[in-house]
């Protein structure tokens, strides 16, 4: 959700390659708003709103999840523990996960990342079949 203007931006580009794409309905809300905005609306979101259930809902009957991990502060290709949650329940879902970039060297993450074996685009959405 920090890069919810990135995410509607692949949207936008995988819906023009033909695929069927859902995003939280709360990534609109974050466009335009500053880092420490966004930590605060995430957080109300996620408390108030239920906001990781809505998106347990939105994955049931998909095929794939696109992790857009992109940097994040001094840490390139930025996974954090929402999103690890989000590919732990596609892997249990047995949906593809493709990341968008490559796994993150953040440490315990990596080896659980690595253990569903995704499929890293560098930026190739052909990859995505």
Request: no cysteine; hydrophobic share 55%.
């Given at each position: 959700m920090q890069n919810a203007e990135k995410m509607l931006e692949l949207k936008a580009k995988l819906e023009e390659k033909g695929h069927?794409?859902?995003?939280?309905?709360?990534?609109?809300?974050?466009?335009?708003?500053?880092?420490e905005e966004k930590e605060k609306m995430k957080l109300h979101q996620k408390n108030n709103l239920d906001a990781i259930r809505e998106f347990w809902k939105i994955m049931q009957g998909t095929d794939a999840v696109l992790v857009a991990n992109y940097d994040k502060g001094e840490i390139k290709n930025y996974i954090g523990g929402n999103t690890l949650m989000e590919i732990g329940f596609a892997h249990v879902l047995n949906q593809k996960i493709f990341l968008l970039n490559p796994i993150p060297d953040i440490p315990y993450y990596k080896t659980e990342i690595k253990a569903v074996k995704p499929v890293i685009l560098n930026g190739d959405f052909n990859k995505i079949k």
């Open positions: 069927i794409v859902f995003v939280s309905k709360f990534a609109e809300a974050m466009v335009g708003k500053s880092d």
